[in-house]
């Protein structure tokens, strides 16, 4: 019977402490500690509700009681399954005691901040025990955005509109997937611009003008963006000029963002970033990549005063001229040799149009290096790695003379009707006019030509 009577002292003094050990269990009352006759503690258990903070009672007790707060759980953790509302109400419950316990510690006192460590874990866990119906959609449409909700939580980003920080960690935020515009959810329906994305792939062209302003007046001196009110003094809003648009913004839309403006380039061939706002500098960062300008017909004396231009120039035309090469050589196509342009595919259409990317590398140097190394290597393929294009090279009908000639050799003209090579020596020596074209046009003469007729007739 002993051994019997052992067994069930320790069955209930297991269920007693597991009783205790929960942290949103009342705690027991001085009634609750009487034992009955029999010597033996009451059973507790574990469904009681919180207690409410009991009027009166010391200060010091307050850092005990955080136990029956719940604020010993790890509240980061992943929640498991799902929480009932019971759970967020007592979260909540445990919130507000925590307010009243940290208005009540001395100031500054260690346990108040522990309090306050304590509070913002508990709003996290209640923040991650929302409700999951609460939760905003993956995919948003706006004004031509296209928003899509960000899973990252560690990455520190300002929002585009409300130009605060996002929080990642317990707020929801969007990005446009076309111009990269970033917002919290709550500042999607307050977003008033479209998406520049959608100009970028109608109407892709720059303001050439340089600085176009039209003054303040022009914009009832109101923000260019967001109409707010704006003035030069500050008040109620400063006004920023964009220098690229020409208008002026209010803070908000205006960040104080540094852009290479395209006029500057084109007129001026001035490379020094200037501010901008956030919707230019967007509009200006798809942009950089797209060949737009057509620099012959915009600014033609540029390629008089930067003589690297002159360069890339004759550098694209040859590539133009070696483009017939490749396309009907079948070990250049499985070389795949114009992949080498992939990032530039204007280069092998056309020697007239360029971007700004273009236009920067210029200025830096490195574009003329990169394009030479790549002639390098499509000449070399054609001059001395492959027989079948080498097949196709010319030789000099005034002289008849010399190495066979291809029209991108540096000492060699290339007729424009006929496209026949020649010695550039011999070609201006002899006439400006194409041997091969003045036979073809003898030939033409003698077919039209009736008997007894006069040609010039």
Same mark, same amino acid.
């Given at each position: 019977?002993?051994?019997?009577?052992?067994?069930?002292?320790?069955?209930?003094?297991?269920?007693?402490?597991?009783?205790?050990?929960?942290?949103?269990?009342?705690? #027991?009352?001085?009634? %609750?500690?009487?034992?009955?006759?029999?010597?033996?503690?009451?059973?507790?258990? @574990?469904?009681?509700?919180?207690?409410?903070?009991?009027?009166?009672?010391?200060?010091?007790?307050? @850092?005990?009681?955080?136990?029956?707060?719940? &604020?010993?759980?790890?509240?980061?953790?992943?929640?498991?399954?799902?929480?009932?509302?019971?759970?967020?109400?007592?979260? /909540?419950?445990?919130?507000?005691?925590?307010?009243?316990?940290?208005?009540?510690?001395?100031?500054? $006192?260690?346990? %108040?901040?522990?309090?306050?460590?304590? =509070?913002?874990?508990?709003?996290?866990?209640?923040?991650?025990?929302?409700?999951?119906?609460?939760?905003?959609?993956?995919?948003?449409?706006?004004?031509?955005?296209?928003?899509? +909700?960000?899973?990252?939580?560690?990455? +520190?980003?300002?929002?585009?509109?409300?130009?605060?920080?996002?929080?990642?960690?317990? %707020?929801?935020?969007?990005?446009?997937?076309?111009?990269?515009?970033?917002?919290?959810? +709550?500042?999607?329906? #307050?977003? $008033?611009?479209?998406?520049?994305?959608?100009?970028?792939?109608?109407?892709?062209?720059?303001?050439?003008?340089?600085?176009?302003?039209?003054?303040?007046?022009?914009?009832?001196?109101?923000?260019?963006?967001?109409?707010?009110?704006?003035?030069?003094?500050?008040?109620?809003?400063?006004?920023?000029?964009?220098?690229?648009?020409? %208008?002026?913004?209010?803070?908000?839309?205006?960040?104080?963002?540094?852009?290479?403006?395209?006029?500057?380039?084109?007129?001026?061939?001035?490379?020094?970033?200037?501010?901008?706002?956030? *919707?230019?500098?967007?509009? !200006?960062?798809?942009?950089?990549? /797209?060949?737009?300008?057509?620099?012959?017909?915009?600014?033609?004396? &540029?390629?008089?005063?930067?003589?690297? &231009?002159?360069?890339?120039?004759? =550098?694209?035309?040859?590539? =133009?001229?070696?483009?017939?090469?490749?396309?009907?050589?079948?070990?250049?196509?499985?070389?795949?040799?114009?992949?080498?342009?992939?990032?530039?595919?204007?280069?092998?259409?056309?020697?007239?149009?360029?971007?700004?990317?273009? =236009?920067?590398?210029?200025?830096?140097?490195?574009?003329? *290096?990169? #394009?030479?190394?790549?002639?390098?290597?499509?000449?070399?393929?054609?001059?001395?790695?492959?027989?079948?294009?080498?097949?196709?090279?010319?030789?000099?009908?005034?002289?008849?003379?010399?190495?066979? #000639?291809?029209?991108?050799?540096?000492?060699?003209?290339?007729?424009?009707? *006929?496209?026949?090579?020649?010695?550039?020596? *011999?070609?201006?020596?002899? @006439?400006?006019?194409?041997?091969?074209?003045?036979? !073809?046009?003898?030939?033409?003469?003698? &077919?039209?030509?009736?008997?007894?007729?006069?040609?010039?007739?």
């Amino acid at each position: 019977m002993k051994g019997w009577d052992a067994m069930e002292h320790d069955e209930k003094l297991a269920r007693f402490r597991q009783a205790h050990l929960n942290p949103f269990n009342k705690p #027991l009352g001085p009634r %609750q500690h009487e034992q009955e006759p029999s010597g033996k503690a009451q059973e507790v258990t @574990s469904e009681e509700t919180l207690p409410e903070l009991p009027t009166g009672e010391p200060e010091f007790h307050y @850092s005990e009681r955080m136990m029956d707060l719940g &604020l010993s759980e790890d509240h980061f953790s992943r929640p498991v399954g799902l929480f009932l509302a019971s759970d967020v109400q007592q979260l /909540r419950q445990a919130i507000e005691e925590c307010k009243q316990v940290i208005l009540e510690l001395p100031e500054q $006192s260690e346990k %108040q901040k522990d309090a306050v460590v304590r =509070l913002i874990h508990l709003r996290l866990k209640l923040q991650e025990l929302k409700d999951p119906n609460e939760e905003e959609p993956n995919i948003r449409v706006l004004l031509q955005h296209r928003f899509y +909700k960000e899973k990252s939580k560690s990455v +520190k980003q300002t929002c585009d509109k409300c130009n605060t920080i996002i929080w990642g960690l317990i %707020q929801t935020w969007y990005t446009c997937t076309g111009c990269y515009y970033r917002c919290h959810s +709550k500042c999607l329906n #307050l977003i $008033s611009k479209p998406c520049v994305s959608s100009k970028v792939s109608h109407q892709a062209e720059y303001e050439l003008n340089i600085c176009p302003e039209t003054g303040l007046d022009s914009q009832d001196y109101r923000c260019a963006e967001c109409r707010a009110p704006i003035s030069l003094r500050g008040v109620p809003s400063e006004a920023r000029q964009c220098d690229y648009t020409g %208008q002026y913004y209010c803070s908000h839309c205006h960040w104080n963002d540094l852009a290479v403006i395209p006029a500057r380039v084109v007129h001026n061939w001035d490379f020094e970033p200037r501010k901008v706002s956030r *919707c230019s500098m967007r509009y !200006l960062a798809l942009m950089v990549s /797209r060949p737009v300008l057509r620099l012959r017909e915009i600014n033609p004396l &540029l390629f008089n005063y930067v003589e690297e &231009l002159v360069e890339i120039r004759k =550098l694209r035309q040859d590539i =133009l001229l070696m483009k017939p090469y490749f396309i009907t050589c079948k070990e250049a196509m499985e070389a795949r040799l114009l992949l080498q342009l992939q990032d530039r595919q204007h280069f092998v259409e056309n020697d007239e149009m360029y971007s700004i990317q273009d =236009l920067l590398e210029v200025h830096v140097g490195r574009l003329s *290096c990169s #394009l030479t190394e790549i002639h390098t290597l499509f000449a070399k393929h054609i001059k001395l790695d492959c027989e079948r294009c080498q097949a196709k090279g010319f030789v000099c009908e005034l002289c008849k003379e010399g190495d066979v #000639l291809f029209p991108f050799d540096s000492h060699t003209s290339v007729c424009t009707d *006929c496209s026949a090579v020649f010695h550039r020596d *011999c070609y201006y020596d002899n @006439s400006t006019t194409c041997p091969k074209c003045a036979r !073809l046009n003898l030939r033409k003469q003698s &077919l039209f030509q009736e008997p007894g007729l006069d040609v010039d007739a």
